[in-house]
T-cell receptor, first 116, second 113 residues
Framework: SAVISQKPSRDICQRGTSLTIQCQVD?????MFWYRQQPGQSLTLIAT?????????ESGFVIDKFPISRPNLTFSTLTVSNMSPEDSSIYLC?????????????FGQGTRLTVV | AQSVTQLDSQVPVFEEAPVELRCNYS??????LFWYVQYPNQGLQLLLK??????LVKGINGFEAEFNKSQTSFHLRKPSVHISDTAEYFC???????????FGKGTKLSVIP
């Protein structure tokens, strides 16, 4: 299993500012994933972060808005830039227990972001 | 591409009663299927998964699910719920050979004492 520490757990931010969310894993993992969970909606994958390469973004998400860092195999950050109230969501970090399809995904407890 | 439909956004049920949470999916390729649970203010936790083999899958906390390929369904069941089962449940699918999960919108299960 993998234990994921995500912080902050929640924050209230002013529009136009940026927030960086940190994700720390207790073991080395190849792929880390960032999801957004909007109120009443399903989890949506923002991007996949591999160590040593640029993150791969899903349709509708761009690097300028959601820059991601992956400096090593146990850590990643997601920044929500130039925030607006529409960015109010829960942001979740996720890893897989073993590389490959069909393996269990582990999630952090999430960061509940409110933009005012 | 895959999609997941969870037919019920909220399901209230009395304690010790049975429950079924419905999930239908669509995909043009073979799939892996998952159920995750999210307790308040926590991340998602895997309940069970179907990769291949027996279509009846047993998971943690007494939950089970049955994969029905002809009906493209993967409904979650528990014969007797407990107060502690109150949570939100997410059905998810990935294409065989793909790491990417597609989630349904979730079903909030409320167990009434």
């Amino acid at each position: 299993s993998a234990v994921i520490s995500q912080k902050p757990s929640r924050d209230i931010c002013q529009r136009g500012t940026s927030l960086t969310i940190q994700c720390q894993v207790d073991s080395q993992v190849t792929m880390m994933f960032w999801y957004r969970q909007q109120p009443g909606q399903s989890l949506t994958l923002i991007a996949t972060a591999n160590q040593g390469s640029e993150a791969t973004y899903e349709s509708g998400f761009v690097i300028d808005k959601f820059p991601i860092s992956r400096p090593n195999l146990t850590f990643s950050t997601l920044t929500v830039s130039n925030m607006s109230p529409e960015d109010s969501s829960i942001y979740l970090c996720s890893v897989e227990s073993l590389p490959g399809a069909g393996t269990e995904a582990f999630f952090g407890q999430g960061t509940r972001l409110t933009v005012v | 591409a895959q999609s997941v439909t969870q037919l019920d956004s909220q399901v209230p049920v009395f304690e010790e009663a049975p429950v079924e949470l419905r999930c239908n999916y669509s995909s043009s390729v073979s799939v892996y299927l998952f159920w995750y649970v999210q307790y308040p203010n926590q991340g998602l936790q895997l309940l069970l998964k179907y990769l291949s083999g027996s279509t009846l899958v047993k998971g943690i906390n007494g939950f089970e699910a049955e994969f029905n390929k002809s009906q493209t369904s993967f409904h979650l069941r528990k014969p007797s719920v407990h107060i502690s089962d109150t949570a939100e449940y997410f059905c998810a699918v990935s294409g065989a050979g793909s790491y990417q999960l597609t989630f349904g919108k979730g079903t909030k299960l409320s167990v009434i004492p």
